[in-house]
């Protein structure tokens, strides 16, 4: 893993902007140009994490370097368990001696930065927490993968399969993949995660029929990563599926198409996932033009007894069919569903119907395994 730093998210910049108002409030109170939040380290008693002050930078520093933190007029910042937690302290010239009332309001000052901080300081560390657990799923710990089939919806053929990651907690419960991605984009590991997945699933290929393709998923993210482009070439490109996913806008289709280019020139097929789920994946077949289309789950599932869903899947192929593409329907779970994606012309279909995500399919390349799929 490479090196992180902690990422600033909008709750530690709100917690710092009022930190900085309390401190500002300190500096009024304390009647000093400069107040300082100091907190013990494993170096110093005094080490001084925040100030508020009406000096330049430079003026600052060279006050702060010059004062004894030791004798300064201050207050201690309590733990919620009455430990101290660090000290607001006055820094310059105050008045010579602070009254009861000053005292009164600057421990309230302190209690008020007490409990931002401590909340601030449990937040991250269940971030670290989290990082350590993508680290470990990133490292294979608590991540498998699966395969399920991608099958002709006319002869049962198994045309391909998708690879797809599932995850578990330490304590052996499932965990929903695309929270656990999710959470790996929020951080900063989203790509890292996409390519230990993609790496993990490149072997599998192996244990597929003859000529059957394996599906990989990658985001715009990871394939503006020359290292991802390097990983999906590492194989046999030309079995390979590469599925473009989309979690947020792409800012820049031509490095997208260009990426895309690359892989094709080696063989490399390129799909576009959740059709007809929205804008951008709209916006992916027309910036792709790809190889395969894949109609979304939400259109596949009720399509037998909703007309709605009928019109956008014949919409959708007739449109996959004036760009070359070959349609794969999500989520086939009916004989109904089945029934009528083929009236429409659908070419293949991926569902619990025709298979379900395994480790170990009983369809693939070994002697005594099926290249086809019974349909109902």
Known sequence: MQERGRAQGPDDEADAAAVGQLLDLARDVFGTPVVALTRPTDTTDHHVELTSSALDPRATVRLLEATDFATAPAVDV??????????LVGVGEA??????????????VAALIAGVLHHRDR?????????????ALVAGSGRTTVVQPVVDLRTGRVVGAEALSRFTSPAGLARRPEQVFSDARSAGVGVELEQAAIASALPLLGRLPPGAYLSVNAS??????????DLLLSGRPDRLVVEVT???PVADYGALREATAHLRRHGA????DDAGAGFASLQHVLQLTPDIVKLDIAFVHGIDTDPARRAVARALVGFASELGSTVVAEGVEREGEL??????????????????????????????DTTAIVLP
Not at 220 to 229: Q, T
């Open 269 to 272: 097929r390129i799909a576009v």
């Open 123 to 135: 937040r991250r560390a269940d971030r670290d927490d989290r990082l350590a657990s993508l680290d």
């Open 220 to 229: 715009p993210e990871a394939l503006a990563d020359p290292r991802s482009l």
């Open 95 to 108: 008045p010579e001696r602070l009254g009861s009332r000053q005292f009164e309001a600057l421990h309230v």
């Open 246 to 248: 989309e979690h947020a």
């Open 339 to 368: 029934t009528v994606l083929t009236e429409l012309g659908v070419d293949c279909g991926q569902g619990y119907l025709l298979g379900r995500p395994t480790a170990t399919p009983p369809w693939g390349a070994g002697p005594d």
């Open 78 to 87: 309590p733990r919620p368990e009455g430990e101290t937690d660090g000290r």
